[in-house]
């Protein structure tokens, strides 16, 4: 009877604070639920506000001229010589061009802000165009033209008509010319190739981001050549070889220390050790990817340890049982079953190094360079570089180009995680 | 430190209490040596670090028999059994004193490499543990390794015998390319005993080899190792008294990590000499 009471004494007591643990819970999960959510807020403000900003820039206005490709101001037709062709004034093709289509137009300040709705780089394009075919020479034909940043950035919407003329970069009287182009069919929008193709430049609706994928290309390429042998035998000699004493486990510390020092002091090593040291030359890829792969080498060590303490130890054993060495252990059964692992970790690390400007900046990777690297050795900058660059240039026309290239170094890193979990996915194993 | 020097002491007052015959070895009732000796010990100590795991074990594993060990949890019969092929080398803290000969050769011996001796002294685990490769694979990397095959032919006939040792051809001769890890935990456990016996070893280590097994499977594997022993010397650890009465022609008995008992397995199980041994077979404790 005693017994009974007890019990239903405790039920009491437990019923009681039932209600409470419950709601406990609910508020925790509530809390998780919310930390989530402004998360997920946070990032797709991020990606709104990049995308919204940046998607313009794939888009680049164009006009139609029609040249006359005069063999007076080019060469005799028939000529074909590239010396001759390359040094012949193609700018004045387009000026003629524009001073047909707006006769009106005769004084000669306004002829200069006339001209000023074409790019320069018009010039170079319709070089390219008789280099290439000689026989256009003396012919008329319509040429869509790269128009001048300003004049895309009214097209697409960003200036603002309502300042005062003396505000704008647009003034009244070119925007009376963008109408009767307009109006003619002369002016649209194309898909902005020259994003893609170029390198970088001090005129925006010329620039792109080759020179920078190709300087991130090359320095990560070296990066991993580096980084991703050394890292790996590291990662396997202190798990699979050394004694573990007090020497190993100071290298440990230290491994597990460098992962968390900040990466402007790598750069400064860098510029310490391979160019003040070694004279190696700035701005280079070689360099750049040098310092990345110290950055990166504690990452994919620890990585790489994770992945080789997680094979489980019944495989060496079998492996050991049947009277296969500790070297045929690891490279016959062990390393094959860590391998995804540390391939994960080697392409998160490398997606960090993408994304790594300080130690750049200090071995000079941040200096204006137009032409695409086609070498470790040639001067270059990368993308997250040229992103800093262009963020500080005061062109409108740069805004978009900014996240637009923000977008293609997200697009990179997204892949590339993408990658590496693909990786884990397909060489999972079950044992 | 002090509590081993107390269950000694406890040990031999009980000991001293329950024999009934002369000792053949020190602190060991029974027969310890035999005639025709595959593997003799003498005075093995094993110790993990300060603490010591193995006291003064001596024991001969003869030809042609299957020899097991039995004990409570934590006896050490399991560590003994690995220092028959060296396994406990891989453990950093572990030393082995003593004398460990298989044919006259002493296996501790500096000049004696553990991979021949391995390739000698085969093992298999507690729980099965196929290498993550195809069922051929798996018997085929013990040859391949120690260049036993001379070309494929050779490989695929050594892949079949064992496989056929171990009772296990039938079941798989059409899916030899399948990951031995899909296989069923029976099946992988033989597959691991056919890996063994793919490199010709003479003497076969299981330790608990069927702890993880369901009653069916454990059947088969001791049908399997009473096949073995006219080939192979078995040593073999196990939890399970029946198994090892089933199985084994000599029995060996450990406590707290020294050898009390060890004799023919039928004298063991029906008239124990040692108290030890009588209360743990007849279930007292343990």
New interface residues.
């Given amino acids: 009877m005693n017994n009974q009471q007890q019990h239903q004494k405790t039920m009491e007591r437990v019923q009681q604070g039932l209600d409470r643990r419950y709601r406990k819970e609910r508020h925790f999960r509530w809390l998780g639920l919310g930390a989530i959510i402004l998360g997920l807020l946070f990032v797709s403000f991020l990606f709104i506000t990049i995308i919204s900003n940046g998607y313009t820039a794939f888009q680049q206005t164009y006009v139609k001229l029609d040249v006359f490709y005069d063999p007076e101001m080019i060469a005799p037709i028939g000529e074909t010589d590239p010396e001759v062709l390359s040094r012949a004034n193609y700018g004045g093709l387009i000026k003629a061009s524009m001073r047909q289509m707006f006769p009106e137009v005769t004084n000669r300040r306004e002829k200069k802000v006339l001209y000023g709705l074409i790019s320069t780089g018009a010039s170079y394009e319709l070089r390219n165009a008789v280099m290439s075919n000689p026989a256009l020479i003396g012919s008329k034909a319509e040429v869509w033209v790269v128009a001048d940043d300003d004049v895309d950035m009214l097209i697409k919407g960003h200036i603002d008509l309502r300042l005062p003329e003396s505000d704008r970069r647009i003034k009244d009287n070119q925007l009376g010319w963008i109408h009767l182009l307009q109006e003619q069919d002369r002016i649209e929008k194309r898909f902005n190739t020259t994003f893609f193709t170029a390198g970088d430049s001090r005129e925006p609706e010329l620039s792109g981001i080759k020179g920078a994928i190709a300087g991130s290309f090359f320095t990560l390429l070296i990066c991993l050549t580096i980084a991703f042998p050394v890292g790996v035998a590291a990662a396997v000699y202190l798990e699979e070889f050394a ?2 004493n007090r020497w190993t486990d100071l290298i440990e510390v230290n491994i597990n220390n460098l992962a968390a020092v900040p990466s402007i002091v790598f750069g400064l090593l860098g510029l310490a050790v391979f160019i003040n040291f070694f004279g190696l030359p700035r701005s280079v890829p070689l360099v750049g990817g040098l310092v990345l792969a110290l950055m990166t080498l504690p990452t994919i060590i620890i990585a790489s340890r994770a992945a080789l303490k997680s094979v ?1 130890p ?12 500790p070297m ?1 252990t690891i490279t ?2 062990v390393l094959p ?1 860590a391998l995804p692992g540390m391939l994960t970790g080697t392409i998160i690390g490398m997606a960090q190094a993408l994304g790594e400007t300080a130690p750049l900046l200090m071995i000079g990777m941040v200096a204006f360079i137009v032409d695409v690297p086609g070498s470790v050795m040639d001067p270059s900058a990368v993308l997250p570089v040229q992103i800093y660059l262009w963020a500080d240039s005061p062109e409108r026309a740069f805004v978009e180009r900014t996240s637009a290239a923000i977008m293609v170094l997200l697009a990179f890193l997204i892949s590339m995680n993408l990658l590496a979990v693909w990786l884990r996915k397909k060489f999972e ?3 | 430190m002090n509590d081993t020097s107390t269950a000694k002491t406890g040990l031999q007052s009980e000991a001293g209490a329950a024999m009934k015959q002369n000792r053949t070895a020190e602190g060991t009732v029974g027969e310890v040596y035999v005639d025709d000796p595959r593997m003799t010990c003498r005075n093995v100590d094993v110790y993990y670090g300060e603490k010591q795991a193995i006291f003064d074990v001596s024991l001969d594993v003869g030809k042609n028999q299957v020899i097991s060990m039995i004990g409570p949890s934590g006896c050490g019969k399991s560590t003994f059994l690995r220092c028959l092929n060296r396994m406990n080398d891989t453990i950093d803290i572990c030393r082995v004193t003593g004398q460990i000969k298989m044919d006259g050769q002493d296996i501790y011996d500096g000049g004696l490499d553990v991979v021949p001796l391995r390739a000698s002294v085969g093992m298999v685990f507690q729980k099965p543990n196929p290498f993550p490769k195809s069922i051929y694979d798996n018997i085929a990397y013990g040859p391949r390794i120690h260049g036993l095959c001379d070309d494929k032919q050779h490989l695929d006939s050594i892949v079949e015998k064992s496989l056929q040792r171990a009772g296990l051809w039938e079941e798989v001769k059409d899916r030899l390319d399948q990951p031995g890890t899909g296989l069923s935990g029976g099946q992988q456990q033989r597959l691991c005993i056919a890996r063994a016996i793919a490199v010709s070893p003479e003497v076969i280590l299981m330790d608990e080899p069927c702890s993880a097994l369901d009653p069916i499977a454990t059947a088969k594997i001791e049908e399997l190792i009473d096949e073995l022993r006219e080939n192979f010397t078995i040593a073999i650890v196990t939890h399970s008294m029946q198994q090892a009465a089933r199985v084994s022609q000599r029995t060996a008995y450990f406590h707290l990590g020294k050898l009390i008992e060890v004799g023919e397995t039928d004298q063991i199980f029906t008239s124990p000499r040692h108290k030890l041994t009588e209360d743990y077979i007849t279930g007292r404790f343990g």
């Fill in positions: 004694p573990k489980p019944s495989i060496r054993e079998a492996a050991l049982g049947i009277g296969a060495s045929q016959h059964h079953l194993r079950r044992w």
